[in-house]
């Protein structure tokens, strides 16, 4: 098919130890999925129905540079575990979710904070916040043949070496099985989905010049250098 205009590259994410890529149709996150972040966040750490938000594919980060971004003076980190889809659907049962899932990675959620700020108290959606370019960085995959699927162990982020957030992945509200069943009754999940699993208690503002380090056990290490 010819385009009037040139077709935009397909946004992908590395798989570690394949020469092939993973193509990434949507990217979902689901906020404050972690008891201790949604109390410091003012919210209920009950289980409400979970809520989710999207970046966009362009917004992935490959080569571990963040830059600072422009109409913000406060951006946040946020280290979450990616979950990748090797298929979808509508009204995935629990039980079936799990069969969805390719494999894991290491990602950032980075968020312009104060205009997510100012959206929250407008009633206006979040993408001003948390879309933005260059908003999402990511490790390769590893793919759950080869690790299974991480329930449990130990998520952090350091920042110039020192810890900021700390958890682990059983700490999670709402549990990736549950996370997938209940996207799918409000999406068509799709084969190349994403999804952002929620982040620990410990966000705070990064500077330019500050180097990130995040790490999910069982998955691997993200390092990021913002600029």
Same mark, same amino acid.
């Given at each position: 098919?010819?385009?009037?205009?040139?077709?935009?590259?397909?946004?992908?994410?590395?798989?570690?130890?394949?020469?092939? %890529?993973?193509?990434?149709? &949507?990217?979902?996150? /689901? !906020?404050?999925?972690?008891? #201790?972040? $949604?109390?410091?966040?003012?919210?209920?750490?009950?289980?409400?129905?979970?809520?989710?938000?999207?970046?966009?594919?362009?917004?992935?980060?490959?080569?571990?540079?963040?830059?600072?971004?422009?109409?913000?003076?406060?951006?946040?980190?946020?280290?979450?575990?990616?979950?990748?889809?090797?298929?979808?659907?509508?009204?995935?049962?629990?039980?079936?979710?799990?069969?969805?899932?390719?494999?894991?990675?290491?990602?950032?959620?980075?968020?312009?904070?104060?205009?997510?700020?100012? %959206?929250?108290?407008?009633? &206006?959606?979040?993408? /001003? !916040?948390?879309?933005?370019? #260059?908003? $999402?960085?990511?490790?390769?995959?590893?793919?759950?043949?080869?690790?299974?699927?991480?329930?449990?162990?130990?998520?952090?982020?350091?920042?110039?070496?020192?810890?900021?957030?700390?958890?682990?992945?059983?700490?999670?509200?709402?549990?990736?099985?549950?996370?997938?069943?209940?996207?799918?009754?409000?999406?068509?999940?799709?084969?190349?989905?994403?999804?952002?699993?929620?982040?620990?208690?410990?966000?705070?503002?990064?500077?330019?010049?500050?180097?990130?380090?995040?790490?999910?056990?069982?998955?691997?290490?993200?390092?990021?250098? /913002?600029?």
């Amino acid at each position: 098919m010819d385009f009037v205009i040139a077709q935009p590259a397909q946004a992908f994410v590395p798989v570690k130890g394949s020469v092939a %890529a993973f193509p990434v149709h &949507r990217i979902y996150c /689901v !906020g404050r999925n972690y008891a #201790a972040h $949604a109390i410091e966040m003012g919210g209920d750490p009950d289980r409400d129905p979970p809520f989710f938000f999207q970046k966009n594919p362009d917004n992935l980060v490959l080569d571990g540079a963040f830059p600072y971004p422009t109409a913000s003076n406060d951006v946040h980190h946020e280290i979450e575990m990616a979950v990748a889809l090797k298929s979808g659907g509508n009204d995935i049962p629990l039980a079936k979710a799990m069969d969805c899932v390719y494999g894991y990675g290491v990602a950032l959620d980075m968020t312009r904070r104060d205009l997510q700020g100012k %959206a929250k108290d407008q009633g &206006r959606p979040w993408e /001003v !916040g948390k879309a933005f370019e #260059a908003s $999402a960085p990511c490790t390769a995959l590893v793919p759950a043949s080869e690790i299974g699927h991480p329930s449990k162990g130990a998520i952090w982020l350091d920042v110039n070496g020192q810890r900021k957030q700390t958890g682990d992945l059983n700490q999670m509200i709402w549990k990736v099985p549950e996370m997938i069943s209940y996207l799918s009754g409000l999406f068509t999940l799709r084969a190349g989905d994403l999804i952002l699993s929620g982040t620990p208690s410990g966000v705070g503002a990064v500077n330019r010049g500050d180097r990130l380090h995040g790490h999910i056990d069982g998955i691997g290490d993200l390092e990021v250098r /913002v600029v």
